[in-house]
């Protein structure tokens, strides 16, 4: 056996178990990206509630908070987060291309309806994490070693 080989073994297994990493960095990422949409929509609900504030002054002042990552020019234009999925960029999208169109008890009701669809998606996402924890960084971790002794 030479030396290149033994570590090419060696590093196969590794590797996989970063595989493994990555794949759970992603579901990570996802959950966190539903947090905050939720989170953006209740302080929007409750601004529009209680201050009925102007959506242009209020996307800049949230965004000089730095508390949720905004770009874009308005809620309107705003880009869905990159870790969502796509039915979820869709009603992303949908909900915030509606703002302003409405009167204020309207908007809630509305935001009312996107926060529930999206704490729902949260409660999926959150139940398929945990049905698989840590198993992508095993399955990683064997098919690395399956590799490496078909290499042995």
Known sequence: MTVLRGMGALLLPVCGWLAGNAVEEKDIGHL??????????????????????????????LRQEEVFSLSGGSFRTMPAPAALSQPEKQCFAECMSGLG?????????RLDYYIARFTGGLQQAQQFARARAGLPR??????????ALMIL
């Open 138 to 147: 095993r399955l990683g971790l064997a098919a690395g070693t399956v590799l």
């Open 101 to 109: 169109k409405s009167t204020a008890e309207q908007e809630c009701q």
């Open 32 to 61: 966190t990206a539903l947090e905050q949409t939720i989170r953006l929509l209740q302080r929007l609900r409750q601004e529009i509630q209680f201050r009925r504030a102007d959506l242009q002054q209020l996307f800049y002042q």
